[in-house]
């Protein structure tokens, strides 16, 4: 396996940048949770974080109604793609976005300081 530097992970997944020959390739980030992959560059990630704000603000307007959904559509950047997820897996999924976007801000707020 090609060699990896984490940047945050969960109970659910984990988002992680690529290395080739020793060098981080920050330009995307492969996010991975369940049996799914996605590569996303900063701006998708950013993407995703609000398609899954939105999904999640539908899924807290189903508490009163009668239907019993066991999942739901989560859309992605990626037009082609949506994902069938819990509402349990949304959390994760979310939580795992936002912690990634999270480390990205601080260690790009940590290396721009460093240059002042």
């Known amino acids: 396996m090609r060699e990896v530097e984490q ?3 969960n109970e659910f997944g984990v988002a992680f940048s690529w290395k080739k020959n020793d060098v ?11 049996e799914t992959g996605l590569y996303f560059s900063h701006r998708e990630i950013r993407d995703f974080a609000l ?3 939105e999904t999640f603000d539908e899924l807290q307007g189903c508490a ?18 949506d994902l069938a997820v819990t509402k349990s897996e949304l959390k994760h999924i979310k939580d795992l976005v936002e912690g990634t976007l999270f480390k990205m801000g601080l260690y790009n707020y940590l290396q721009n300081e460093g240059r002042n």
Request: aromatic share 8%.
């Open 51 to 53: 398609i899954i704000d």
């Open 7 to 9: 940047i945050y992970y």
């Open 64 to 81: 009163g109604c009668r239907r019993n959904c066991q999942r739901s559509l989560l859309k992605t950047p990626l037009q082609q793609i």
């Open 24 to 34: 981080v390739l920050k330009e995307k980030v492969q996010l991975v949770f369940k």
